[in-house]
Structure formats: structure tokens, C-alpha cells
């Protein structure tokens, strides 16, 4: 059981906390086939032979409290269309695929949440691996809503498969600061679970504030953007498979840099060019806040 306080209105919590993997999603599989594996922030937490059951701080069984807003805002909506897309592979189209994009999203975005207790880590701590997002940012997630500069894709493993993935340049996103109270520090989640066809359904979430990335793995066909540009039809069953080994090339696409970036009021980041580079570039400051002498051009 979690203890501790609400991660979204700070009350304290004395129930059982928030399933970030409801029932109705881990009975999808019977108990000796439940594998899936995931890494946070470039570091791999676990291969598991079975879903762990992870429990994060969240107040209230009731409709009207933190626990009851999650499951009528994203579970109610999604459990049909997860149900056709990894349950049985089918086409997911319109409305469900928003459902879907946005319940995964969502249920990633806690499930690295540095409060979350997994079970199948018997207690041991996640050694610091998390996406540590502030109370403000979480809340709006009571209404359905998810944070900005969020970003979702979906992919598809076969482990029997050759591995497909090319060379890619690791994206190294910075922390970022603006005097409006607007950036943070980037991280990244990779899941996945296995499907009944023997394969792997893979979703990649990146949190990269005040900074525009592009996956490397979309121009290929191997990496599929979910959330916040969702697309209209989605059939997992004809995407492009990637191999075994490619799960490791998307646990390093992203990393983080260990700078910060002071940026002007209204300013974003694109990138990288290149370099490596991202523009427009702000004040280069180091994490200990001490000026950077680099220059800009």
C-alpha cells in the first residue's frame, strides 16, 4: 500500500493508492504470460516474467476524489480500444485512438513517477529513475487533460524478427528555465508487453519541456507518434516490426543533458541540428547554476 500524500492534491492518502495498471488491463493475460520489460531515462529497471503491479499515492476510491476523476477521465473511455488493439490487433480509428493515446500516455507518465512502488522490485528503490514532473503539471490529468510537452509513440517488437533499427544520433534534451516559471527537466519511459501473437507492443514516452524533438525511428516506419499528434487509424497489426535488439537502441534515443538553459520569455527550442545543437539557443547555465563560458554565434 502507498503511503505518503496525494501526488496531485497533496491529502493524505488512506486507501490503497492508484493501480497505474488497472485489473481490467492486467487480466488480459493469464498469470504465467505477463512479460513485459521497460526503461527509465536510458537505464534499463527490469525485465520482468510477469506485469508488476505498480501502486502510486492517489487519494479516494470515490468518483469525486484524485482516484475516481483518473478512472472517469482516461479508464472508461480506453478499456474497448486497448482491448482491440492488443488484445486482438484490429484497427482502432477516430475517437479510440485519442482514448487509447491518452490512457497509455497517462498510464506511463505514473508508472515513472518517483513515488510509484512496483511490486516485483520486492521494495528495492528505482535508483533515482523516474520522470519527476511538479504537483502543477500531474493535476490537470484530474480532468483529462495531459501536460504539454508530452510526447507518446507506439511500435511493434518480434523478438524472432532481424533487427531493423539504423544508427542514430542519441538526443540529448536539456534542462530548460524561463522567468515565466515555464521548463524542467526531460526524461524519458519505455514499455513494453507482450501481445497474444507472440510479439511486443512497445510505447516510448519522452517529456521534454519547452524543447520540439522529432523521434529518429518515425522517418523509418518503426516508430508510430501516438500523442499529441494522433492519428486517425491506427493498426498495430501492419505496422513495421523491429527486432530484438532494437528495444535497446529505444532505450537510449533519448538522454539527458547536463546543463540547463535559460531561455527569453515566449522562447522554445528546436533540434538538434547536426551538431547536436539546438535553436534558438538561450543563456547556456550548468546544473549548479554557474555560467557556462560557451558562446553563441
Same mark, same amino acid.
Given at each position: 500500500?502507498?503511503?505518503?500524500?496525494?501526488?496531485?492534491?497533496?491529502?493524505?492518502?488512506?486507501?490503497?493508492?492508484?493501480?497505474?495498471?488497472?485489473?481490467?488491463?492486467?487480466?488480459?493475460?493469464?498469470?504465467?504470460?505477463?512479460?513485459?520489460?521497460?526503461?527509465?531515462? *536510458?537505464?534499463?529497471? /527490469?525485465?520482468?516474467?510477469?506485469?508488476?503491479?505498480?501502486?502510486?499515492?492517489?487519494?479516494?476510491?470515490?468518483?469525486?476524489?484524485?482516484?475516481?476523476?483518473?478512472?472517469?477521465?482516461?479508464?472508461?473511455?480506453?478499456?474497448?480500444?486497448?482491448?482491440?488493439?492488443?488484445?486482438?490487433?484490429?484497427?482502432?480509428? *477516430?475517437?479510440?485512438?485519442?482514448?487509447?493515446?491518452?490512457?497509455?500516455?497517462?498510464?506511463?507518465?505514473?508508472?515513472?513517477?518517483?513515488?510509484?512502488?512496483?511490486?516485483?522490485?520486492?521494495?528495492?528503490?528505482?535508483?533515482? /529513475?523516474?520522470?519527476?514532473?511538479?504537483?502543477?503539471?500531474?493535476?490537470?490529468?484530474?480532468?483529462?487533460?495531459?501536460?504539454?510537452?508530452?510526447?507518446?509513440?507506439?511500435?511493434?517488437? =518480434?523478438? !524472432?524478427?532481424?533487427?531493423?533499427?539504423?544508427?542514430? /544520433?542519441?538526443?540529448?534534451?536539456?534542462?530548460?528555465? !524561463?522567468?515565466?516559471?515555464?521548463?524542467?527537466?526531460?526524461?524519458?519511459?519505455?514499455?513494453?508487453?507482450? #501481445?497474444?501473437? *507472440?510479439?511486443?507492443?512497445?510505447?516510448?514516452?519522452?517529456?521534454?519541456?519547452?524543447? =520540439?524533438?522529432?523521434?529518429?525511428? #518515425?522517418? =523509418?516506419?518503426?516508430?508510430?507518434?501516438?500523442?499529441?499528434?494522433?492519428?486517425?487509424?491506427?493498426?498495430?497489426?501492419?505496422?513495421? #516490426?523491429?527486432?530484438? !535488439? =532494437?528495444?535497446?537502441?529505444?532505450?537510449?534515443?533519448?538522454?539527458?543533458?547536463?546543463?540547463?538553459?535559460?531561455?527569453?520569455?515566449?522562447?522554445?527550442?528546436?533540434?538538434?541540428?547536426?551538431?547536436?545543437?539546438?535553436?534558438?539557443?538561450?543563456?547556456?547555465?550548468?546544473?549548479?547554476?554557474?555560467?557556462?563560458?560557451?558562446?553563441?554565434?
Amino acid at each position: 500500500m502507498p503511503k505518503g500524500p496525494c501526488v496531485f492534491c497533496g491529502a493524505e492518502v488512506t486507501g490503497q493508492g492508484e493501480h497505474v495498471w488497472p485489473s481490467w488491463f492486467l487480466k488480459r493475460w493469464p498469470n504465467s504470460d505477463r512479460f513485459y520489460r521497460m526503461v527509465l531515462n *536510458g537505464l534499463p529497471l /527490469q525485465e520482468f516474467d510477469h506485469i508488476s503491479r505498480v501502486m502510486l499515492p492517489v487519494c479516494g476510491d470515490n468518483r469525486s476524489d484524485c482516484n475516481g476523476k483518473l478512472n472517469s477521465a482516461f479508464e472508461q473511455a480506453a478499456k474497448e480500444p486497448v482491448r482491440k488493439a492488443l488484445d486482438r490487433f484490429e484497427v482502432v480509428e *477516430g475517437p479510440e485512438v485519442m482514448a487509447f493515446a491518452k490512457w497509455a500516455a497517462k498510464s506511463l507518465l505514473l508508472h515513472a513517477h518517483p513515488s510509484s512502488t512496483y511490486s516485483s522490485l520486492q521494495g528495492h528503490a528505482k535508483r533515482g /529513475q523516474s520522470l519527476d514532473l511538479h504537483r502543477g503539471a500531474l493535476t490537470p490529468l484530474l480532468n483529462g487533460a495531459l501536460p504539454g510537452d508530452l510526447t507518446l509513440w507506439v511500435g511493434v517488437l =518480434d523478438r !524472432r524478427a532481424p533487427n531493423v533499427a539504423p544508427p542514430i /544520433q542519441r538526443v540529448e534534451l536539456p534542462i530548460t528555465f !524561463r522567468s515565466d516559471g515555464a521548463g524542467g527537466s526531460p526524461g524519458s519511459a519505455v514499455v513494453a508487453f507482450n #501481445v497474444p501473437n *507472440g510479439k511486443e507492443v512497445v510505447f516510448h514516452l519522452a517529456f521534454h519541456p519547452l524543447v =520540439d524533438v522529432v523521434h529518429p525511428l #518515425v522517418a =523509418d516506419g518503426l516508430m508510430t507518434e501516438l500523442w499529441p499528434r494522433v492519428p486517425d487509424r491506427l493498426e498495430l497489426s501492419a505496422h513495421r #516490426v523491429m527486432g530484438a !535488439r =532494437d528495444f535497446d537502441v529505444l532505450g537510449v534515443v533519448f538522454g539527458q543533458e547536463p546543463t540547463c538553459m535559460q531561455l527569453e520569455d515566449g522562447e522554445r527550442l528546436s533540434g538538434p541540428d547536426p551538431m547536436g545543437n539546438y535553436l534558438p539557443m538561450g543563456n547556456y547555465v550548468t546544473a549548479h547554476g554557474l555560467a557556462d563560458p560557451r558562446l553563441r554565434e
